[in-house]
C-alpha cells in the first residue's frame, strides 16, 4: 500500500500539495504516481512566473516506459520547478514527498486547496481505483 | 552467436583508408570555393581497409535476429518471408540507376509497374484510387487523416476537427491525428474485443471528422458489427479511416472498401512482403473511395493512350488541384514499391486470399496448441484472426515472472519474441503473429519452446526472469540508457 | 502458391487440432454479405522466371542513360561491398530493434551512425533518421516549434533558394498544426538568399530561420551572417545540408558565432542508388538541449545486468507508442536501411575519401560548365560561387533541347523553368566522380548540335528580380 501522508491535500491526478508556513504551496506527485511510472529518467519543470489555469498541463515526468502530464491543481502562479530533478530525477522516487517536489505555486485562492481531497479521501478513491 | 563486437572506430588506424573505392582528385581541385565556408577540422570517420569494414559489418549482422534466420512472430508487424526475387528483381541496374526527375521517356517501365500496382491495390482493397507515396504506415496515416480535414474544409464544415479512436489503437492513430491539427477522443471497446456501440454513438456529432479502426482489431478479432459503426459515423458526417496494419489477416476474404471505409493506408512492407530492413524503409500507400479522389497526396502515375501505344505519365499539382499536396521529395520509397509490385504478381489473383486464409489458418492453430500446453487466452471465445493474445497475468501474479520475462526466455530457444505490453487493455499480454510462410513444424517447435518455459517458471523462475542468458547481452539497463545519455562514440574516453 | 509451405496433410492436422473442418469456417465472424469476390483486376500468378522475364523487359525501357541531373538527388559510386553487406538478410529481414538482446547489430550499427552524422555536422546529436530528405526539413520545422519556446508566431522563414520540393512537403506536413511558412527571395545576380530581405521581419516574431547549403541553384550562402541575423532576431536555424559537400565545408554546428540548432538533409549521396527518388532516407542532428524535441528513434550505449556495455532504442517516452496523441511525431520506424548503407559507405570512405569524392564531384562540374559555356548562347546564370551543381542560361528553350539530348541517351539537367518562372532558359546540371572527360564532351557536342538545331529564343534577357511569393 502506497504512502499518503496525512497532513497533505491531493487530487484525483495524483498530484499533492503542502501549504507552507508563508501561505505558498509546494506540488509534487504522490508515491502511488511514481510507483506506477517506475524509475523517472527526467522531469520538466515549469518556469517561474507562469500563470496556470487548474487542470493545466504544467510538467512532465518520464520513466523508460511511460511519461505522464502533471496538471495544474489549482489556478496558480509559478513561484519556481524544483531545480534539484534536472540531475536527479530519482529524488521523485526516492523521496515524493520530501526532495521530490515539482514546484512551489502562489495559489489564486487558498480555499481551493483546502477543497481538495484529504488524505482519507485520496486513499479511498486509491482504493477505488485499484479495484 | 558472438558476444560483441568493437564499435568501428576501434579499428581506426591514421592513414588507413579503402582507398581503392576513392576518386583520384586531391582537395586542390576546390581551390575556387571561398575560404570562409570551408571546413577547417575532417570529421569523425573511422580509417578503415575494405576488409575491415566487411569483417565488422558481417559480425554486426551476425547480431541480429531476422526471418531470414528466426521465427519472428511479432504480433502487429506481418514479419514474413520477403522473398529474394522482389530484391532481386527491383535492383535489376537500369531501376537503381534511374533519377527521380529523368523524364517520362525513361520511366515507361518503372512507371508501368507503379501504375499496375495502384490498380491492384485498388482492387484487393476496394478503394477507387490509391496514392504510392506516404513512405511509411504512419505517414499514410497522416496522409488519410489530411485527406479527410481537407475533404471537410471543402465542404465548409470547419468544425470537424476530432478523431474518434478506440482504446486499443496503435500509438500513431492518436498521435497522426495530432499532427494533423485534430483532436483525439477515445471510446472503449467492451469485453468481447468489438467497438462499443453505445459509447461511440454518444461520441459522434458535429464535431467529429472520423473514426480510425484497424479491423481486425489490434485485439487479434474481427469487428463484428463494423457495417453499424459505419452506419453510425457515416450518418454523423463523419468518415471511416482504415489503418491498414491488420491487412494481412483479411487479404483475398474482405476488402475494407466493402466494410464502408472511405479511407485506408496499406503496410507494403507487411502485408505485401517487403523487407523491414531492421526499422524501415516501409511503404504505406493509401486509398480512398470516391468522395476522396481529388485529395490524394501526388504525385500519382496516370495511363494514357498515344499515336506509339499507352504511356505512363506522372499526375501532379495540375491534374489534382485539392491535392493535399506532396508528401517526399520524389516519389516515396520507389524501390519498395517495386518490391510489392513483384510479390503481388506472384502471388496473383490465386495466391491472394491464399495468404489471408494461411496467415489465418496458422495463428488459429498456434494459438489452440498453446492454449493445450496451459497458455489463457485473452479473447477465448473468440475466433483468432491472423494474430492473437495470450495472456500471462496468472504467471506473473504467482510465480513472479511476466510477459517480458517470457519473451526474454524465448531469444535463448532461438525465436524472436512476440510483441509485448500492446495493447495495453490487456494486462501481461503477448500478442502472436505467426504469418502464413510459416511451416507447421516451425509453430510445433515454437509450442514446445513455451511450454519448456512455462514449466521452467514454475520450477526455478529466476533462470527465465533473469533471461536471456544465450544472447550478446544480457537485459540491458534501460534507466542508465536514458539517464546518462551516450548517444555517440567519443575518442578521447574509450579508444 | 504464395510462399505458402503447407502439405495437405499439415492443413488437415492443424483444422483437427483448432477442431474445425475447414479453412473457411475460421471466417464465420465475418458477415457473410462482405466477403470478398474473386479478384479479376489482379492478374494471374507469375513464377519466378516469368516475373524475372517481365521485370528485364521494363527496366530495358527505361534504359542506362547518361545522366546530368542532380536536383537532391546525386549519382556517385557506390563501393560494391556497401549493397553486398546491406542486403545481408541479418540486416535486410530484420525489424525495428524493440528486443535489444536480439539486435545489437542493427543497435551498434545505429549508433555509429550517429556518431558519424553528428560529427560530419558537427552537431551533438543524430536521430536514427526519418523517411526522407524533404521529410526532414518538416520534421526539423515542427521541432523548431517545440524548441523554440520564446516564440508564439509558429512561423517559419524559409527561402526561395530551399529544394522547391522539400518547400512544399513542410508546407503539406506542418500547416495543419498552424505553422506558417514564409519565403524570402534571392538575388538574381548572385543566386544566393538575400540577406537584405531579411530586414523586414526585423522586431518581430520569427520561429525559425531554414538555411539550405548549397542551396537549390548550387550557389553557397553566406551561411555566417544569414545564421547570426536569425540569432540575434530570436529565431532558431535549421540547416539544410549535403552530406557530400559537407566534407569540405563548414558543418551547421560551425555556422555563426553560434552554429546551427537543427541540421537536416537528404541521406542518399550516402551509398544509396537514385531508384527513381526512394527508399533514400532523411538525417537529423541537433544540439543536445534538444535532444527531446527530436522525433524518431534514437539509440544509446548503456549496461546490460553483468556490466557489459550493449545498445539500445532510449528516449522513447518521446515517441508516439508512450505519448500518444503528444509524442514528437507520429513516426514509428527509421530508414534502417538505408542507414545500413550510409555507415558502410561513410566506413569505407573516411574523411579523406568522402573529401575526395566533394572535390572530384565539383571538379567534374567545373569541367562540365566550362565545357558547355564554350557553347554560343549558354552562359553560367548567376555570378556566387557554387559546388558541385550550377544553373545555366540558355538563350534557347529549354524543354526541347532537354528532349532531343534524352532522344540520344543523355539527361541534361533539370528544366527550372516550372519553379523559377523568373529565371528564363535556366537549366540546373550536376556532374559527379561518376562522369568522365569523355561524357562530358559527349554532352558539350549533343547539346552543341541541339541547339544549332532550334530557333533562339524571344529575347536573351537578363532574368527579372525575383518576388517574395
Same mark, same amino acid.
Given at each position: 500500500m502506497s504512502n499518503v501522508p496525512a497532513d497533505l491535500r491531493y487530487t484525483k491526478s495524483h498530484e499533492w500539495l503542502r501549504t507552507l508556513p508563508d501561505g505558498n504551496v509546494e506540488v509534487g506527485i504522490t508515491d502511488h504516481a511514481q510507483e506506477a511510472l517506475g524509475d523517472l529518467v527526467f522531469v520538466e519543470v515549469p518556469e517561474a512566473g507562469r500563470t496556470l489555469k487548474a487542470g493545466e498541463s504544467c510538467a512532465v515526468v518520464e520513466s523508460v516506459k511511460a511519461a505522464s502530464d502533471v496538471y495544474a491543481p489549482i489556478a496558480c502562479t509559478v513561484i519556481?520547478?524544483? +531545480?534539484?530533478?534536472?540531475?536527479? +530525477?530519482e529524488a521523485i522516487n526516492k523521496d515524493p514527498y520530501g526532495s521530490g517536489w515539482l514546484m512551489r505555486i502562489r495559489p489564486g485562492s487558498p480555499a481551493e486547496v483546502a477543497a481538495l481531497l484529504s488524505a482519507a479521501e485520496y486513499t479511498s478513491f486509491l482504493a477505488a481505483e485499484g479495484e | 552467436m558472438h558476444s560483441r563486437e568493437k564499435v568501428i572506430f576501434e579499428y581506426s588506424r591514421p592513414g588507413?583508408?579503402?582507398?581503392?573505392?576513392?576518386?583520384?582528385?586531391?582537395?586542390?581541385?576546390?581551390?575556387?570555393?571561398?575560404?570562409?565556408?570551408?571546413?577547417t577540422g575532417r570529421p569523425l570517420l573511422p580509417e578503415v581497409s575494405e576488409l575491415d569494414v566487411v569483417r565488422h559489418f558481417t559480425r554486426l549482422s551476425q547480431l541480429n535476429f531476422s526471418i531470414d534466420t528466426h521465427f519472428y512472430p511479432l504480433g502487429s508487424c506481418t514479419m514474413k518471408y520477403n522473398p529474394k526475387a522482389c530484391n532481386q528483381y527491383a535492383m535489376l541496374p537500369e531501376f537503381l540507376g534511374r533519377?527521380?526527375?529523368?523524364p517520362e521517356s525513361h520511366g515507361q517501365g518503372f512507371l508501368a509497374c507503379l501504375y499496375e500496382l495502384q490498380e491492384m491495390l485498388r482492387e484487393v482493397t476496394g478503394m477507387q484510387g490509391v496514392a504510392l507515396?506516404?513512405?511509411a504506415g504512419a505517414h499514410g496515416e497522416f496522409a488519410g487523416v489530411a485527406m479527410i480535414r481537407a475533404y471537410h474544409r471543402s465542404r465548409?464544415?470547419?468544425?470537424?476537427?476530432e478523431i474518434i479512436v478506440p482504446e486499443?489503437?496503435?500509438?500513431?492513430n492518436p498521435a497522426t491525428a495530432t499532427m494533423c491539427g485534430c483532436v483525439v477522443r477515445e471510446i472503449p471497446v467492451d469485453a468481447q474485443g468489438d467497438v462499443d456501440l453505445e459509447a461511440l454513438r454518444a461520441a459522434?456529432?458535429?464535431?467529429?471528422?472520423g473514426i480510425m479502426l484497424t479491423n481486425p482489431s489490434t485485439l487479434g478479432v474481427?469487428?463484428?458489427r463494423i457495417e453499424e459503426v459505419a452506419r453510425i459515423v457515416h450518418a454523423a458526417g463523419g468518415l471511416l479511416y482504415y489503418?491498414?496494419?491488420?491487412?494481412n489477416a483479411i487479404l483475398g476474404k474482405v476488402r475494407p472498401g466493402d466494410m464502408g471505409f472511405d479511407v485506408m493506408h496499406m503496410n507494403l512492407h507487411k502485408t505485401f512482403s517487403t523487407p523491414h530492413g531492421g526499422g524501415g524503409p516501409g511503404a504505406g500507400a493509401v486509398g480512398v473511395g470516391a468522395r476522396l479522389l481529388p485529395f490524394l497526396p501526388i504525385p500519382l502515375v496516370g495511363k494514357s493512350a498515344s499515336p506509339e501505344g499507352e504511356r505512363y505519365r506522372w499526375l501532379a499539382e495540375q491534374d489534382l488541384?485539392?491535392?493535399?499536396?506532396?508528401?517526399?521529395?520524389?516519389?516515396?520509397n520507389a524501390g519498395v514499391l517495386l518490391r510489392a509490385y513483384i510479390y503481388m504478381r506472384m502471388l496473383g489473383r490465386e495466391g491472394m486470399s491464399q495468404v489471408g486464409e494461411y496467415a489465418t489458418l496458422n495463428a488459429n492453430y498456434l494459438l489452440a496448441r498453446l492454449r493445450q500446453v496451459g497458455f489463457e487466452a485473452a479473447y477465448p471465445e473468440r475466433r483468432a484472426s491472423h494474430e492473437f493474445i495470450i495472456t500471462v497475468k496468472r504467471q506473473a501474479r504467482?510465480?513472479?515472472?511476466?510477459a517480458m520475462d517470457f519473451a526474454k526466455r524465448l531469444l535463448d530457444q532461438g525465436f524472436h519474441a512476440p510483441?509485448?505490453?500492446?495493447?495495453?487493455?490487456?494486462?501481461e499480454c503477448l500478442l502472436i503473429e505467426p504469418t502464413e510462410t510459416e511451416s507447421r513444424q516451425t509453430l510445433d517447435a515454437f509450442v514446445a519452446a513455451m511450454e519448456q518455459i512455462l514449466s521452467e517458471a514454475m520450477q526455478e523462475p529466476e533462470h527465465v526472469t533473469g533471461?536471456?542468458?544465450?544472447?550478446?547481452?544480457?537485459?540491458?539497463?534501460d534507466v542508465r540508457a536514458a539517464k546518462q545519455l551516450d548517444l555517440t562514440w567519443k575518442p578521447t574516453a574509450q579508444s | 502458391m504464395a510462399f505458402i509451405p503447407h502439405t495437405s496433410a499439415d492443413v488437415q492436422e492443424m483444422l483437427a487440432a483448432i477442431g474445425v473442418?475447414?479453412?473457411?469456417?475460421?471466417?464465420?465472424?465475418?458477415?457473410?454479405?462482405?466477403r470478398a469476390r474473386a479478384m479479376r483486376g489482379v492478374p494471374s500468378q507469375l513464377n519466378e522466371m516469368e516475373i524475372g522475364r517481365l521485370m528485364s523487359e521494363r527496366a530495358r525501357m527505361d534504359g542506362r542513360p547518361l545522366c546530368f541531373i542532380g536536383a537532391g538527388a546525386y549519382e556517385h559510386h557506390i563501393p560494391s561491398a556497401v549493397w553486398a553487406l546491406t542486403t545481408r538478410g541479418e540486416f535486410?529481414?530484420?525489424?525495428?530493434?524493440?528486443q535489444a538482446e536480439a539486435s545489437q547489430g542493427t543497435l551498434q550499427l545505429i549508433y555509429e551512425y550517429q556518431t558519424m552524422m553528428a560529427s560530419l555536422t558537427g552537431m551533438e546529436v543524430s536521430n536514427?533518421?526519418?523517411?526522407d530528405g524533404a521529410s526532414a526539413v518538416a520534421e526539423a520545422s515542427l521541432m523548431a516549434v517545440r524548441a523554440?519556446?520564446?516564440?508564439?508566431?509558429?512561423r517559419i522563414l524559409i527561402p526561395a533558394t530551399v529544394h522547391p520540393h522539400y518547400r512544399k512537403v513542410a508546407r503539406a506536413a506542418a500547416?495543419?498544426?498552424?505553422v506558417r511558412f514564409e519565403e524570402v527571395p534571392y538575388c538574381t545576380q548572385q543566386g544566393a538568399s538575400l540577406?537584405?530581405?531579411?530586414?523586414?521581419?526585423?522586431g518581430q516574431d520569427v520561429t525559425a530561420l531554414v538555411i539550405q547549403q548549397p542551396n537549390f541553384f548550387g550557389i553557397l550562402e553566406d551561411v555566417d551572417a544569414l545564421t547570426d541575423w536569425a540569432h540575434a532576431h530570436g529565431a532558431l536555424v535549421i540547416a539544410v545540408v549535403n552530406p557530400t559537400a559537407l566534407a569540405v565545408l563548414k558543418p551547421p554546428g560551425q555556422w555563426?558565432?553560434?552554429?546551427?540548432d537543427i541540421a537536416v538533409g537528404e541521406?542518399?549521396?550516402?551509398?544509396?542508388?537514385?531508384?527513381?527518388?526512394?527508399p533514400y532516407f532523411g538525417f537529423l542532428t541537433t544540439r543536445m538541449e534538444y535532444v527531446r524535441q527530436m522525433p524518431g528513434r534514437i539509440v544509446g550505449r548503456t549496461l546490460d545486468v553483468t556490466g557489459r556495455p550493449g545498445f539500445t532504442l532510449t528516449l522513447?517516452?518521446?515517441?508516439q507508442h508512450i505519448?500518444?496523441?503528444?509524442?514528437?511525431?507520429?513516426?514509428?520506424?527509421?530508414q534502417g536501411l538505408l542507414v545500413t548503407a550510409a555507415t558502410i559507405y561513410m566506413s569505407l570512405m573516411g574523411a579523406a575519401g568522402l573529401e575526395r569524392v566533394a572535390a572530384a564531384s565539383h571538379a567534374r562540374t567545373r569541367e562540365l560548365v566550362s565545357a558547355l559555356t564554350?557553347?554560343?548562347?549558354?552562359?553560367?546564370?548567376?555570378e556566387g560561387a557554387y559546388f558541385h551543381e550550377a544553373v545555366l542560361s540558355l538563350d534557347k528553350p529549354v524543354a526541347p533541347l532537354l528532349a532531343a539530348l534524352a532522344s540520344r541517351g543523355?539527361?541534361?539537367?533539370?528544366?527550372l523553368s516550372e519553379h523559377?518562372?523568373?529565371?528564363?532558359?535556366a537549366l540546373l546540371v550536376c556532374a559527379t566522380e561518376t562522369k568522365t572527360s569523355e561524357d562530358i564532351e559527349l554532352y558539350a557536342g549533343a547539346l552543341t548540335e541541339a541547339m544549332s538545331g532550334l530557333a533562339t529564343r524571344g529575347l536573351a534577357t537578363r532574368a527579372r528580380p525575383a518576388t517574395a511569393a
Amino acid at each position: 500500500m502506497s504512502n499518503v501522508p496525512a497532513d497533505l491535500r491531493y487530487t484525483k491526478s495524483h498530484e499533492w500539495l503542502r501549504t507552507l508556513p508563508d501561505g505558498n504551496v509546494e506540488v509534487g506527485i504522490t508515491d502511488h504516481a511514481q510507483e506506477a511510472l517506475g524509475d523517472l529518467v527526467f522531469v520538466e519543470v515549469p518556469e517561474a512566473g507562469r500563470t496556470l489555469k487548474a487542470g493545466e498541463s504544467c510538467a512532465v515526468v518520464e520513466s523508460v516506459k511511460a511519461a505522464s502530464d502533471v496538471y495544474a491543481p489549482i489556478a496558480c502562479t509559478v513561484i519556481g520547478g524544483n +531545480p534539484q530533478l534536472a540531475s536527479e +530525477p530519482e529524488a521523485i522516487n526516492k523521496d515524493p514527498y520530501g526532495s521530490g517536489w515539482l514546484m512551489r505555486i502562489r495559489p489564486g485562492s487558498p480555499a481551493e486547496v483546502a477543497a481538495l481531497l484529504s488524505a482519507a479521501e485520496y486513499t479511498s478513491f486509491l482504493a477505488a481505483e485499484g479495484e | 552467436m558472438h558476444s560483441r563486437e568493437k564499435v568501428i572506430f576501434e579499428y581506426s588506424r591514421p592513414g588507413r583508408g579503402a582507398t581503392d573505392q576513392w576518386p583520384h582528385e586531391e582537395g586542390s581541385a576546390l581551390a575556387d570555393l571561398p575560404e570562409g565556408i570551408r571546413r577547417t577540422g575532417r570529421p569523425l570517420l573511422p580509417e578503415v581497409s575494405e576488409l575491415d569494414v566487411v569483417r565488422h559489418f558481417t559480425r554486426l549482422s551476425q547480431l541480429n535476429f531476422s526471418i531470414d534466420t528466426h521465427f519472428y512472430p511479432l504480433g502487429s508487424c506481418t514479419m514474413k518471408y520477403n522473398p529474394k526475387a522482389c530484391n532481386q528483381y527491383a535492383m535489376l541496374p537500369e531501376f537503381l540507376g534511374r533519377h527521380p526527375l529523368a523524364p517520362e521517356s525513361h520511366g515507361q517501365g518503372f512507371l508501368a509497374c507503379l501504375y499496375e500496382l495502384q490498380e491492384m491495390l485498388r482492387e484487393v482493397t476496394g478503394m477507387q484510387g490509391v496514392a504510392l507515396s506516404p513512405m511509411a504506415g504512419a505517414h499514410g496515416e497522416f496522409a488519410g487523416v489530411a485527406m479527410i480535414r481537407a475533404y471537410h474544409r471543402s465542404r465548409g464544415d470547419l468544425a470537424r476537427n476530432e478523431i474518434i479512436v478506440p482504446e486499443a489503437a496503435h500509438g500513431t492513430n492518436p498521435a497522426t491525428a495530432t499532427m494533423c491539427g485534430c483532436v483525439v477522443r477515445e471510446i472503449p471497446v467492451d469485453a468481447q474485443g468489438d467497438v462499443d456501440l453505445e459509447a461511440l454513438r454518444a461520441a459522434v456529432g458535429p464535431q467529429t471528422a472520423g473514426i480510425m479502426l484497424t479491423n481486425p482489431s489490434t485485439l487479434g478479432v474481427f469487428e463484428r458489427r463494423i457495417e453499424e459503426v459505419a452506419r453510425i459515423v457515416h450518418a454523423a458526417g463523419g468518415l471511416l479511416y482504415y489503418d491498414g496494419a491488420n491487412l494481412n489477416a483479411i487479404l483475398g476474404k474482405v476488402r475494407p472498401g466493402d466494410m464502408g471505409f472511405d479511407v485506408m493506408h496499406m503496410n507494403l512492407h507487411k502485408t505485401f512482403s517487403t523487407p523491414h530492413g531492421g526499422g524501415g524503409p516501409g511503404a504505406g500507400a493509401v486509398g480512398v473511395g470516391a468522395r476522396l479522389l481529388p485529395f490524394l497526396p501526388i504525385p500519382l502515375v496516370g495511363k494514357s493512350a498515344s499515336p506509339e501505344g499507352e504511356r505512363y505519365r506522372w499526375l501532379a499539382e495540375q491534374d489534382l488541384p485539392q491535392s493535399i499536396g506532396r508528401l517526399s521529395g520524389f516519389m516515396g520509397n520507389a524501390g519498395v514499391l517495386l518490391r510489392a509490385y513483384i510479390y503481388m504478381r506472384m502471388l496473383g489473383r490465386e495466391g491472394m486470399s491464399q495468404v489471408g486464409e494461411y496467415a489465418t489458418l496458422n495463428a488459429n492453430y498456434l494459438l489452440a496448441r498453446l492454449r493445450q500446453v496451459g497458455f489463457e487466452a485473452a479473447y477465448p471465445e473468440r475466433r483468432a484472426s491472423h494474430e492473437f493474445i495470450i495472456t500471462v497475468k496468472r504467471q506473473a501474479r504467482e510465480l513472479g515472472v511476466t510477459a517480458m520475462d517470457f519473451a526474454k526466455r524465448l531469444l535463448d530457444q532461438g525465436f524472436h519474441a512476440p510483441t509485448t505490453y500492446f495493447p495495453l487493455l490487456v494486462p501481461e499480454c503477448l500478442l502472436i503473429e505467426p504469418t502464413e510462410t510459416e511451416s507447421r513444424q516451425t509453430l510445433d517447435a515454437f509450442v514446445a519452446a513455451m511450454e519448456q518455459i512455462l514449466s521452467e517458471a514454475m520450477q526455478e523462475p529466476e533462470h527465465v526472469t533473469g533471461a536471456p542468458h544465450t544472447m550478446p547481452v544480457r537485459r540491458l539497463d534501460d534507466v542508465r540508457a536514458a539517464k546518462q545519455l551516450d548517444l555517440t562514440w567519443k575518442p578521447t574516453a574509450q579508444s | 502458391m504464395a510462399f505458402i509451405p503447407h502439405t495437405s496433410a499439415d492443413v488437415q492436422e492443424m483444422l483437427a487440432a483448432i477442431g474445425v473442418s475447414s479453412i473457411e469456417q475460421l471466417f464465420e465472424e465475418i458477415p457473410k454479405e462482405l466477403r470478398a469476390r474473386a479478384m479479376r483486376g489482379v492478374p494471374s500468378q507469375l513464377n519466378e522466371m516469368e516475373i524475372g522475364r517481365l521485370m528485364s523487359e521494363r527496366a530495358r525501357m527505361d534504359g542506362r542513360p547518361l545522366c546530368f541531373i542532380g536536383a537532391g538527388a546525386y549519382e556517385h559510386h557506390i563501393p560494391s561491398a556497401v549493397w553486398a553487406l546491406t542486403t545481408r538478410g541479418e540486416f535486410y529481414s530484420a525489424y525495428t530493434p524493440y528486443q535489444a538482446e536480439a539486435s545489437q547489430g542493427t543497435l551498434q550499427l545505429i549508433y555509429e551512425y550517429q556518431t558519424m552524422m553528428a560529427s560530419l555536422t558537427g552537431m551533438e546529436v543524430s536521430n536514427a533518421s526519418l523517411y526522407d530528405g524533404a521529410s526532414a526539413v518538416a520534421e526539423a520545422s515542427l521541432m523548431a516549434v517545440r524548441a523554440n519556446r520564446k516564440s508564439k508566431s509558429q512561423r517559419i522563414l524559409i527561402p526561395a533558394t530551399v529544394h522547391p520540393h522539400y518547400r512544399k512537403v513542410a508546407r503539406a506536413a506542418a500547416s495543419n498544426q498552424g505553422v506558417r511558412f514564409e519565403e524570402v527571395p534571392y538575388c538574381t545576380q548572385q543566386g544566393a538568399s538575400l540577406a537584405a530581405a531579411l530586414s523586414r521581419y526585423e522586431g518581430q516574431d520569427v520561429t525559425a530561420l531554414v538555411i539550405q547549403q548549397p542551396n537549390f541553384f548550387g550557389i553557397l550562402e553566406d551561411v555566417d551572417a544569414l545564421t547570426d541575423w536569425a540569432h540575434a532576431h530570436g529565431a532558431l536555424v535549421i540547416a539544410v545540408v549535403n552530406p557530400t559537400a559537407l566534407a569540405v565545408l563548414k558543418p551547421p554546428g560551425q555556422w555563426g558565432k553560434r552554429g546551427a540548432d537543427i541540421a537536416v538533409g537528404e541521406g542518399q549521396p550516402l551509398g544509396v542508388p537514385l531508384s527513381s527518388g526512394g527508399p533514400y532516407f532523411g538525417f537529423l542532428t541537433t544540439r543536445m538541449e534538444y535532444v527531446r524535441q527530436m522525433p524518431g528513434r534514437i539509440v544509446g550505449r548503456t549496461l546490460d545486468v553483468t556490466g557489459r556495455p550493449g545498445f539500445t532504442l532510449t528516449l522513447q517516452a518521446r515517441e508516439q507508442h508512450i505519448r500518444r496523441a503528444k509524442a514528437t511525431s507520429n513516426i514509428c520506424t527509421n530508414q534502417g536501411l538505408l542507414v545500413t548503407a550510409a555507415t558502410i559507405y561513410m566506413s569505407l570512405m573516411g574523411a579523406a575519401g568522402l573529401e575526395r569524392v566533394a572535390a572530384a564531384s565539383h571538379a567534374r562540374t567545373r569541367e562540365l560548365v566550362s565545357a558547355l559555356t564554350r557553347i554560343a548562347g549558354v552562359r553560367l546564370a548567376f555570378e556566387g560561387a557554387y559546388f558541385h551543381e550550377a544553373v545555366l542560361s540558355l538563350d534557347k528553350p529549354v524543354a526541347p533541347l532537354l528532349a532531343a539530348l534524352a532522344s540520344r541517351g543523355i539527361l541534361g539537367g533539370l528544366d527550372l523553368s516550372e519553379h523559377y518562372p523568373e529565371l528564363e532558359g535556366a537549366l540546373l546540371v550536376c556532374a559527379t566522380e561518376t562522369k568522365t572527360s569523355e561524357d562530358i564532351e559527349l554532352y558539350a557536342g549533343a547539346l552543341t548540335e541541339a541547339m544549332s538545331g532550334l530557333a533562339t529564343r524571344g529575347l536573351a534577357t537578363r532574368a527579372r528580380p525575383a518576388t517574395a511569393a
